[in-house]
């Protein structure tokens, strides 16, 4: 069992920034990790995600060139660097652990996903 915990979201305004994490309670370097996100009336969509090497990273087109995501296994945490947020960022943002069976899984966001955090807001003034 892997719990998620996820923290650093808040109010920021248009073209600001903001790191999440995302920690998990026990060894998760065999799992693949991904940060998904809702907005209100929405479903929740993935946003970017990372293989238990962090040698592929995926992200959504709308995302690209302005989030990052990256792990620290010896830490068990799991980060999104978001830059250039835009109001349309805003949602509510969760983390998520799956095992990864198979390489490059993580690319078209493939990778089954079986623990989730309970998320953290993010919002983005205009």
């Known amino acids: 069992q892997v719990q998620l915990v996820e923290s650093g979201g808040g109010l920021v305004q248009a073209g600001g920034s903001l790191t999440l994490s995302c920690a998990a309670s026990?060894?998760?370097?065999?799992?693949?990790m991904g940060w998904f996100r809702q907005a209100p009336g929405k479903e929740r969509d993935p946003v970017a995600a990372?293989?238990?090497?962090?040698?592929?990273?995926y992200y959504t087109d709308s995302v690209k060139g302005r989030f990052t995501i990256s792990r620290d296994n010896a830490k068990n945490t799991v980060y999104l660097q978001m830059n250039s947020l835009k109001p349309e960022d805003t949602a509510v943002y969760y983390c998520?652990?799956?095992?990864?069976?198979?390489?490059?899984?993580?690319?078209?966001?493939?990778?089954?996903?079986?623990?989730w955090g309970q998320g953290t807001q993010v919002t983005v003034s205009s």
């Open positions: 998520a652990a799956g095992l990864q069976y198979r390489p490059g899984s993580v690319i078209g966001f493939r990778q089954r996903y079986d623990y």
């Open positions: 026990g060894p998760t370097s065999t799992y693949a």
């Open positions: 990372i293989s238990w090497s962090a040698i592929d990273t």
